[in-house]
């Protein structure tokens, strides 16, 4: 089976599966749950099981998950000698473990495939599980330029599978130099760029200055870096997960109905939350659900973040 057809088969499993997955099966006389995809969640995040996992996003309603894996366990200065392995030190499972759970959980898990950037083995590690089926590159969370020509290498090898990057943006951190991202984005028109995490969605306020500061405040003044890219470039999408997405709809709810309608194209809801509970205040992916049914100007927008968008992305055409 070549890698396209491969790929195909696995959309048409996901299509199915939404509205077809026996977890979420209703009598004749009960609708169906309005499909919701969660772009962004990991395996042993935390501690947490895989039991726990599944319960998760049950609870939280999502119908399709897509696991993002994180590289390879090493000791060097991209991992921050080895305190940043496991996505951050949160002890996220690797490649393996993602597609493990997909294999067993098909119509309701996907995966990504992923490594430390710089490795010299990263093309061929992520190249395999591509081959295996992987829908997503990343999350690429490690210490490294955003245009380093190991980025580089990663973002044509996206461009070459027809899959997207998802990059985490954390000042002085992970993937510097957000500011010269836009280079990228030009000089790799084929690749989809999934931009998430705390610079990513602080640069949504144009008097965002102090890079320093990961989790702002207050009133949003549209037209911050972020904003820009999502306007100008249209392979630059963003990811709706983690407490800085959060933040981000919560902060200034008037900027944020603004926000989700000039972008509603660009937006895809992820979790990214490492709770066992998944609702309520215990949990960060639930309530980011419910911000986004509350700041949505429409159902149509609302139902293009927590699904169309995503279905887009990763099921048409392929």
């Known amino acids: 089976m070549t890698n396209l057809s491969r790929r195909r088969f696995l959309a048409s499993s996901l299509s199915v599966g939404a509205v077809a997955l026996s977890p979420f099966a209703r009598g004749a006389d009960e609708a169906a749950p309005e499909p919701i995809i969660d772009i962004h969640q990991h395996t042993n995040y935390a501690n947490r099981t895989n039991a726990q996992l599944i319960a998760h996003q049950r609870a939280m309603g999502v119908t399709q998950t897509i696991l993002l894996p994180a590289g ?12 940043h392995n496991g996505l951050g030190g949160v002890g996220a ?7 493990a759970i997909a294999r067993q959980f098909p119509k309701e898990f996907l995966f990504g495939a992923n490594d430390v950037t710089d490795l010299p083995e990263a093309r061929t590690e992520i190249s395999k599980y591509l081959d295996l089926g992987a829908i997503i590159i990343g999350e690429q969370k490690f210490a490294v330029e955003c245009d380093s020509k190991e980025s580089q290498m990663l973002y044509a090898l996206a461009a070459e599978y027809r899959v997207p990057i998802l990059m985490h943006f954390q000042h002085d951190t992970y993937n510097l130099g957000f500011e010269r991202l836009h280079k990228m984005l030009e000089k790799y028109p084929k690749t989809n760029f999934i931009g998430h995490a705390q610079t990513w969605w ?3 306020d144009k008097h965002h200055a102090d890079q320093k500061v990961l989790y702002p405040k207050g009133t949003v003044t549209a037209g911050g870096l972020t904003d820009r890219y999502l306007t100008d470039y249209q392979n630059m999408f963003a990811d709706m997960s983690a407490g800085s997405g959060l933040n981000a709809l919560t902060r200034d709810e008037e900027h944020a109905r603004g926000f989700l309608d000039r972008h509603q194209n660009k937006i895809l809801y992820g979790s990214d939350c490492n ?12 309530q980011t659900i ?7 100007p429409n159902k149509t927008v609302e139902r293009k973040i927590l699904y169309e968008n995503a279905k887009k992305m990763f099921l048409n055409n392929r």
Request: glycine share 18%; proline share 5%; hydrophobic share 30%.
């Open 202 to 204: 602080a640069n949504i």
């Open 275 to 286: 709770d066992p509970v998944g609702s309520g205040t215990a949990c960060q992916g639930s």
């Open 93 to 99: 499972g690797g490649n393996d473990t993602a597609l």
């Open 72 to 83: 390879s366990a090493v000791k060097r200065p991209s991992t921050g000698d080895g305190k």
């Open 290 to 296: 419910a911000a986004i049914r509350k700041l949505a």
